[in-house]
């Protein structure tokens, strides 16, 4: 059997599955029926992942990354995890398509959803003015008018830094007071690149190939009333997909998947690694990190984890528990 499974892809499951590969290990991927490769699947060009100059389109970076992990030896399974057993020295895992895989180790990378808005023309506009990701996509609207909805810190972030690309950006958040933190609702107030628009919703987005505008409810009267903007920057949250493993590993209370840090050799202070509460679990990308949420943040975590269970395995080998843990 495999020494390490990997559950999701994107840049954190298909990075761990390289390393892992690369230290000699056979890893199994099971990298999702409809959602292998992560978010990126959904995007346009990549313009901020290292080593590609002249951009990347999302699809086209998944793709030779998954094959990068296979070249080394990595087996990757378009199938979606349905059960998992954590506890105990032989990790397993079922799939929806009847198949088990075990392992000593394993490795979570199943990312982050973000939270829509419910509008069948949020699919169809996806990439296309739709996004959910203003560090990625922000230069493409560069002297246009823009919105984003929202009225917690990420939304106040995503439209400050907006403000460095677009002529005006707009915020539409459904209440009459912001949810953000004082110092960021003050600074998103102050800004003068920054116009509210508040107790209103984006009840249907317009354009055919790319957004043109939108339709704004009143959320108190229910009048309608249309706007013309670029592009849409939905900032509403995310949601960890965590659900899988609620009750094998410790989750924080918005979901998302704990890690705890092991002291460093030789050094003060903690080293923080990819493991979670259940020992020979670790954890990367986007289903960890509430902060960044960028391709290559998760893509080195998805390193770190390869690398932590590479290490688990080397002393699980050492105090002869990987044979039993393979039997």
Do not use: W
């Not at 439209?159 to 539409?172: D, E, H, N, P």
């Amino acid at each position: 059997m495999p020494e390490v499974i990997i559950i999701g892809s994107g840049p954190a499951g298909y990075t761990a599955a390289i390393y892992a590969a690369r230290a000699g290990y056979t890893p199994v991927v099971i990298a999702g029926s409809v959602t292998a490769g992560g978010a990126l699947i959904n995007t346009t060009e990549v313009e901020n992942f290292p080593g590609f100059p002249e951009g990347v389109l999302g699809p086209d970076l998944m793709e030779r990354m998954a094959a990068q992990a296979t070249k080394f030896g990595a087996q990757v399974e378009f199938d979606d995890a349905t059960e998992v057993e954590l506890a105990g020295p032989v990790k397993r895992v079922r799939t929806g398509n009847g198949l088990e895989f075990t392992a000593p180790a394993l490795v979570i990378a199943t990312g982050s959803a973000a939270k829509g808005l419910g509008l069948a023309a949020e699919q169809r506009l996806g990439g296309r003015g739709v996004s959910y990701c203003a560090t990625c996509d922000g230069f493409f609207f560069r002297g246009k008018d823009i919105m984003v909805v929202g009225g917690g810190d990420s939304a106040m972030e995503e439209a400050i830094f907006l403000t460095k690309f677009a002529s005006k950006v707009t915020v539409v958040h459904r209440r009459s007071e912001l949810r953000a933190s004082r110092i960021m609702a003050e600074r998103a107030l102050a800004h003068p690149g920054i116009e509210f628009v508040f107790n209103a919703v984006i009840s249907d987005i317009h354009g055919d190939t790319a957004v043109t505008g939108v339709t704004l409810t009143d959320t108190v009267t229910g009048q309608t009333s249309h706007r013309e903007t670029a592009a849409v920057f939905v900032a509403i949250g995310h949601t960890p997909r965590s659900t899988l493993f609620a009750d094998q590993v410790e989750l924080d209370p918005a979901g998302y998947i704990v890690v705890h840090g092991n002291p460093a050799p030789g050094a003060e202070g903690t080293a923080y690694t990819t493991a979670t509460s259940q020992p020979g679990v670790f954890a990367c990308g986007d289903v960890v990190d509430h902060i960044y949420r960028q391709a290559i943040t998760a893509a080195a975590s998805g390193a770190r984890a390869a690398i932590d269970a590479h290490n688990y395995l080397t002393e699980l080998a050492a105090g002869g528990g990987l044979a039993a843990a393979t039997v």
